[in-house]
């Protein structure tokens, strides 16, 4: 008779049905990781990594593949002088450009509490 908490033998990673869950590997995806490794080389020789705009269907792994190559340019310098500060902003229940302003200021002010309302674009859109 089973026990609870043993593994069954149906599924090899009862991990991946968990919405945090993310693969080691993405073998239908190596272009489009060599594309995003190649945006953000830059990075890990101290230098600005290129501008990145990941698009398409719903499902398909975009966040997944920017999220492993930034994780992996993390590890990478960890043990160097330069710095890294990755920021994530989900934009699906965002209906403009100022909310995903607002919402980036957000993430990267700490004392910034809530959406800004009321103020212009360029106000919200500073950089320190």
């Given at each position: 008779m089973p026990t609870f908490g043993s593994t069954g033998s149906i599924l090899d990673c009862d991990d991946a049905f968990k919405d945090d869950w993310t693969p080691d590997d993405l073998p239908e995806r190596k272009d489009?990781?060599?594309?995003i490794h190649?945006?953000?080389?830059?990075?890990?020789?101290?230098?600005?990594?290129?501008n990145m705009?990941?698009?398409g269907p719903a499902g398909q792994g975009k966040t997944v593949a920017t999220q492993l190559k930034l994780q992996e340019l993390s590890q990478f310098?960890?043990?160097?002088?330069e710095q890294l500060s990755t920021y994530y902003v989900n934009c699906a229940d965002l209906s403009s450009s100022y909310q995903v302003a607002g919402e980036v200021l957000k993430e990267i002010s700490p004392d910034f509490d809530?959406?800004?309302?009321?103020?212009?674009?360029?106000?919200?859109?500073?950089?320190?």
């Open positions: 489009e990781l060599t594309e190649h945006t953000l080389e830059p990075a890990s020789r101290g230098f600005t990594p290129n705009f990941v698009y310098l960890e043990n160097s002088e809530s959406r800004p309302r009321g103020h212009g674009l360029s106000n919200i859109c500073r950089v320190e």
